[in-house]
């Protein structure tokens, strides 16, 4: 395989991650959760499910608000299997933005 093959088969795996890989997102709104994954796909709350409280708060020593704790965090997205993968909400935004069709991620923020 010649250099320029394998440079686009790197940028091709990098853009079409395997659904069963673990993959690396960003948590880039809060309470309207939106998770960024790579450069085209964005995942809202009704596309994960997580193991924590991802709205969990940060309060000033008075109890003021003072910002969503996860809010900027990467994110390790495991993806399980579901039968329909599409819910009403997902087909008004006009499904994924990406090549999966029977799989959903899971939200788990790294620290």
Not at 38 to 58: C, H, M, N, W
Not at 64 to 77: I, N, P, S, T
Request: proline share 6%.
């Amino acid at each position: 395989m010649n250099g320029i093959t394998a440079l686009a088969k790197h940028i091709r795996d990098r853009d079409n991650p395997s659904p069963y890989t673990p993959m690396l997102g960003r948590i880039i709104s809060l309470p309207e959760l939106k998770i960024q994954l790579g450069s085209r796909i964005l995942l809202y709350a009704d596309d994960v499910q997580t193991t924590f409280d991802i709205y969990e708060k940060e309060y000033d020593s008075d109890g003021h608000f003072l910002r969503y704790k996860h809010m900027g965090k990467q994110a390790v997205m495991c993806v399980y299997n579901t039968e329909d993968l599409h819910t009403p909400q997902q087909r008004a935004r006009g499904g994924l933005s990406s090549d999966w069709t029977k799989n959903k991620p899971s939200a788990h923020p790294s620290v």
